[in-house]
């Protein structure tokens, strides 16, 4: 009888950790892979959000041809073309300025809200194409107006690049190592 109960007891032990592995494999049956994302890709998918006007006090700014850069280790940069402008034909005012702009940070992703966040953004370079009265009168209202609106982090929507679409929903992550951004997928 005792070796009638201890064959039942092994096979319902057994039974048990079969059961039990079985649910622990449907709870972790979920895989997580790293995408990588060149410089020149990061660049292509930013291009999907651009070009973006912004309203200052005194003028409006248009944002184009965006540029990710990989700075360093931390780092990654985002340089894009401007045209700074004042245009009120009741005023007799019409003032046009371009130059350029990098902005850069640590990058991260808030996965609930599947947004790219900038962590300690830094106006690195602000660059007009001609250095005159109005130019410097627009950088200095600039440089008001980024210490003034620009959050920590900059929360950014994910670009609608093609090369996203199809894994979009599976970003649980968004990693850089100084020379490659991953984006870590859960399925």
Same mark, same amino acid.
């Given at each position: 009888m005792s070796q009638q109960f201890s064959r039942r007891y092994r096979r319902a032990? $057994?039974?048990?950790? =079969?059961?039990?592995?079985? +649910?622990?494999? $449907?709870? &972790?049956?979920? !895989?997580?892979?790293?995408? *990588?994302v060149s410089e020149q890709l990061a660049g292509d998918m930013a291009v999907s959000? =651009? *070009?973006?006007? $912004?309203? $200052? @006090?005194? !003028?409006?700014? +248009? +944002?184009?041809?965006? /540029?990710?850069r990989f700075l360093g280790p931390e780092r990654i940069g985002l340089g894009v073309a401007f045209q700074a402008y004042d245009h009120r #034909?009741?005023?007799?005012?019409?003032?046009?300025?371009t130059g350029r702009a990098m902005l850069s940070g640590r990058v991260a992703y808030d996965a609930s809200a599947r947004q790219v966040l900038l962590h300690d953004p830094l106006l690195e370079r602000l660059e007009f194409d001609r250095d005159n009265a109005v130019t410097r009168q627009f950088a200095g209202q600039l440089q008001t107006a980024?210490?003034?609106?620009?959050?920590? #982090?900059?929360?950014? @929507?994910? #670009? *609608? &690049? *093609?090369? +996203? /679409? #199809? !894994?979009?929903?599976?970003?649980?992550?968004?990693?850089?190592d100084g020379s490659h951004i991953s984006l870590v997928l859960v399925y």
């Open positions: 032990w $057994l039974a048990s950790v =079969f059961i039990g592995l079985g +649910l622990a494999g $449907l709870v &972790h049956a979920a !895989f997580t892979t790293a995408v *990588p959000n =651009f *070009p973006v006007g $912004l309203a $200052l @006090e005194d !003028f409006k700014l +248009l +944002l184009s041809d965006p /540029q990710v #034909p009741a005023e007799g005012i019409a003032v046009s300025e980024w210490s003034e609106r620009v959050t920590n #982090p900059i929360r950014s @929507e994910l #670009p *609608p &690049h *093609p090369y +996203l /679409q #199809p !894994f979009k929903a599976n970003i649980a992550d968004i990693r850089y």
